[in-house]
């Protein structure tokens, strides 16, 4: 499924944060959407790429998509339990 | 007396001579391929628990054994390779994949452990005649403490990381020294040339 397909509720951008303001803006963020909805997380740190989705699916959220948005950059995509 | 309870009280003059709060804390690794080694005869965290929360709590006694189940952050699961990165190609220092972190005994221990304020982290310089501080405040107890050490038989000093701060349990002022085991012996003779000469 492309991001075009998805109706995202929240985005946040999250660049130059690091463990674990990572987690906690993500888990705020998806706190305020309705379940079932979509939040798109921007990081620029591959740690973070790989780490804050990691974060979310110990949260029972399902990772939709991590996919590089630039140089250095990725979208994350999860949609809350 | 246990075996590392033995080891324990052979470094005790170093623990001494540093004015140490904590305990030291042994770090040993369990590869997955390792079938052979017996984890059940450690406890296992009560819940799920930062790294380096462990590696504190060991420092005041609580010896765990802590699994991919036990590790509450995503950082520490790919340091010491509990876990293999699944979204972004981010290779773990650690080679083998890991089953099991036993987190406290000295006896045996990959890497050990010492939780130190800077001026105790300056005499342990002295002692290991230089000590390095590569860190960058992210992955700080796991990695820079613990994966790096054990990979590249240096000792390594953190300043920490907010995680290790806000969930650890450290104070500001602590920082942790990762230290190869086969250099506590050379620390020993320091510490009673040290004594013997005051």
Redesign the interface.
Request: charged share 20%; glycine share 10%; with cysteine.
């Given at each position: 499924m492309s991001d075009n397909e998805i109706k995202v509720d929240k985005k946040i951008d999250i660049r130059g944060e690091v463990c674990p303001y990572t987690f906690i803006k993500s888990k705020l963020a998806i706190e305020g959407i309705e379940s079932g909805g979509i939040l798109q997380v921007l990081v620029n740190y591959a740690p973070s790429a790989e780490n804050v989705p990691r974060s979310m699916e110990m949260e029972g959220h399902e990772i939709i998509s991590v996919e590089p948005s630039g140089e250095k950059e990725w979208t994350i995509t999860v949609k809350k339990k | 007396m246990s075996t590392s309870d033995k080891a324990r009280e052979k470094y005790e003059p170093i623990r001494t001579y540093l004015g140490m709060e904590y305990q030291l804390v042994g770090a040993k690794l369990i590869p997955e391929k390792d079938e052979t080694t017996d984890i059940s005869k450690y406890e296992r965290p009560t819940a799920r628990k930062y790294y380096c929360q462990m590696v504190r709590e060991a420092g005041t006694g609580q010896h765990v054994v802590a699994t991919l189940e036990d590790i509450?952050?995503?950082?520490a699961?790919?340091a010491l390779s509990l876990?293999q990165?699944?979204?972004?190609n981010?290779p773990s220092m650690i080679k083998d994949p890991t089953r099991a972190v036993i987190i406290g005994p000295i006896e045996d221990a990959d890497v050990v452990l010492f939780i130190i304020n800077p001026k105790q982290a300056m005499h342990l310089a002295l002692l290991l005649g230089g000590l390095s501080a590569e860190f960058k405040?992210?992955?700080a107890v796991c990695g820079e403490a613990t994966a790096q050490v054990i990979v590249e038989g240096m000792p390594n000093m953190t300043m920490l990381?907010?995680?290790a701060r806000?969930?650890g349990g450290y104070s500001d002022c602590d920082t942790v020294v990762g230290v190869p085991p086969f250099m506590m012996d050379k620390i020993l003779e320091k510490v009673a040339e040290k004594q013997n000469s005051a």
């Open positions: - | 509450a952050c995503p950082n699961e790919l876990r990165p699944k979204y972004v981010i405040g992210d992955v990381c907010n995680g806000m969930y």
